[in-house]
């Protein structure tokens, strides 16, 4: 999941400028660089990744950097967590991703989504799959598998695997019907 640094960020640079249907230039790079807060936040994501395979310092020097990106974005990110690329989250406001979390490729994360563990001891951690979006206010908890394409839908809380393609609604969350 975790790759080199330069293919993860020009995976992502590609899904922003596919979500909004732009043309892939040195403008709209600058843009997204200078003007789009959500943006800075994944290349920051992908920055302490790749501080993090610094030799003896890495670890600690990745647990500083995702502890100030916390309190610049109000998030927080855990220490383990894998994330493929493509990653969108266009406003990244009181998101918790626990450590150990693995999240596919092109996966799209709304605000205040929590993914983590049901009991806080990190045992059973989800696992998204590719190109999932979680909305709005969603938590997603536990040992929790969900699979490529599904949805999950604004303040949902997910306690059981969603099937490939599925739109997961509600509290506790279940599957609607197609």
Known sequence: MEGDFFDLVSTDFEAWANIGSNQKSLTFALKLLLFDRGFRFV????????????????????????????????????HGTQIGGGLYVPHPVAIVIHGKTIIGKNVTILQSVTLGAVKGDGAGLPILGDGVVVSAGACVLGGVKVGTGATIGANAVVLKDVSPGAVAVGVPARELNR
């Open 43 to 78: 290349l920051e994501t992908r920055l302490s990744s790749a501080i993090n395979k610094f030799y003896l310092v890495g670890p600690l020097l990745r647990k500083l950097y995702l502890y100030s990106i916390g309190r610049r974005y109000s998030c927080e990110i855990g």
